[in-house]
């Protein structure tokens, strides 16, 4: 994982260690309020057929420790794309993502995948969720693919799913759960392995907003129990107030 190290583009010196950001660190971003992630340039296209897809032109953003951050904006405007980048499922053509103070988009396929298993949680518009299992082993499958000891996973598996409103429903799988109880079973997953961004995609997407503003509530809890910072994606303009900052998205760039 050395290239997770370089910063400001510069490779670290030789023999850095091979884990993720320390805990030393985060706890000073969150001290001085330094950004957690900074998108400085960024541009993502496409290759179409014959032609060349500009979905991002440009994107400037920055995340700051503790905020709900919401990505607003009509379908095919970027979002998604801008999320995926974020998350680090996707590099950028131009521009620099960093993460932590390093530089995220210049790491490699698995890097960036064991950057995600330990700093990024991220919760889907379909929840994502496996049919077979419930929602306690559902939560646990997190900890088991973050290497969490399992000496931990009872306690925490607990912890989360009550932290959403699922004391009771724990051992029920996906489809004997509704759709809002579904979504709080992704976001106890989310969280499950104390990551330090949350991504979320259209989350309240499929809810009534009944639903939603539940939903909302549960991100508001996470921020101040999690330490977390959440940025996500929606076209819901009844749900904006909730948020901190609001990056309106027009055809792969922001507007005023």
């Given at each position: 994982?050395?290239?997770?190290?370089?910063?400001?583009?510069?490779?670290?010196?030789?023999?850095?260690?091979?884990?993720?950001?320390?805990?030393?660190?985060?706890?000073?971003m969150?001290?001085?309020?330094?950004?957690?992630?900074?998108?400085?340039?960024?541009?993502r296209?496409?290759q179409?057929?014959?032609?060349?897809?500009?979905?991002l032109?440009?994107?400037?953003?920055?995340?700051?420790?503790?905020?709900?951050?919401?990505?607003?904006?009509r379908?095919?405007?970027?979002?998604?794309?801008?999320?995926?980048?974020?998350?680090?499922?996707?590099?950028?053509?131009?521009?620099?993502i960093?993460?932590?103070?390093?530089?995220f988009?210049?790491?490699?396929?698995?890097?960036?995948?064991?950057?995600?298993?330990?700093?990024?949680?991220?919760?889907?518009?379909?929840?994502?969720l496996?049919?077979?299992?419930?929602?306690?082993?559902?939560v646990?499958?997190?900890?088991?693919?973050?290497?969490?000891?399992?000496?931990?996973?009872?306690?925490?598996?607990?912890?989360?799913?009550?932290?959403v409103?699922?004391?009771?429903?724990?051992?029920?799988?996906?489809?004997?759960?509704?759709?809002?109880?579904?979504?709080?079973?992704?976001?106890?997953?989310?969280?499950?392995?104390?990551?330090?961004?949350?991504l979320?995609?259209?989350?309240?997407?499929?809810?009534?907003?009944?639903?939603?503003?539940?939903i909302?509530?549960?991100?508001?809890?996470?921020?101040?129990?999690?330490q977390?910072?959440?940025?996500?994606?929606?076209?819901?303009?009844?749900?904006?107030?909730?948020?901190?900052?609001?990056?309106?998205?027009?055809?792969?760039k922001?507007?005023?």
């Amino acid at each position: 994982m050395a290239n997770w190290f370089r910063k400001n583009n510069r490779a670290e010196p030789a023999g850095t260690e091979d884990k993720i950001i320390p805990n030393e660190l985060q706890a000073a971003m969150h001290v001085h309020n330094s950004p957690l992630l900074t998108v400085t340039g960024v541009h993502r296209s496409f290759q179409v057929g014959g032609e060349r897809l500009e979905v991002l032109k440009g994107i400037e953003m920055e995340l700051r420790p503790l905020q709900l951050v919401m990505l607003k904006g009509r379908s095919g405007s970027g979002k998604t794309t801008l999320l995926n980048l974020i998350g680090g499922l996707d590099q950028p053509n131009e521009g620099e993502i960093m993460f932590l103070n390093h530089a995220f988009h210049l790491g490699s396929d698995n890097e960036r995948t064991l950057v995600r298993r330990k700093e990024i949680g991220f919760i889907f518009q379909s929840y994502a969720l496996m049919p077979l299992l419930s929602a306690w082993e559902n939560v646990e499958l997190a900890l088991r693919m973050a290497g969490v000891p399992r000496s931990e996973w009872k306690e925490r598996v607990a912890y989360c799913l009550e932290l959403v409103g699922l004391g009771k429903r724990m051992y029920h799988r996906p489809f004997e759960l509704s759709g809002g109880e579904q979504q709080r079973v992704a976001i106890a997953k989310a969280i499950a392995h104390r990551p330090s961004l949350i991504l979320a995609d259209e989350p309240t997407a499929e809810l009534d907003s009944q639903m939603g503003a539940q939903i909302m509530s549960v991100f508001r809890s996470m921020i101040a129990t999690e330490q977390v910072t959440i940025c996500m994606t929606t076209h819901d303009p009844t749900i904006l107030e909730d948020a901190d900052h609001v990056y309106e998205m027009v055809d792969g760039k922001f507007v005023s």
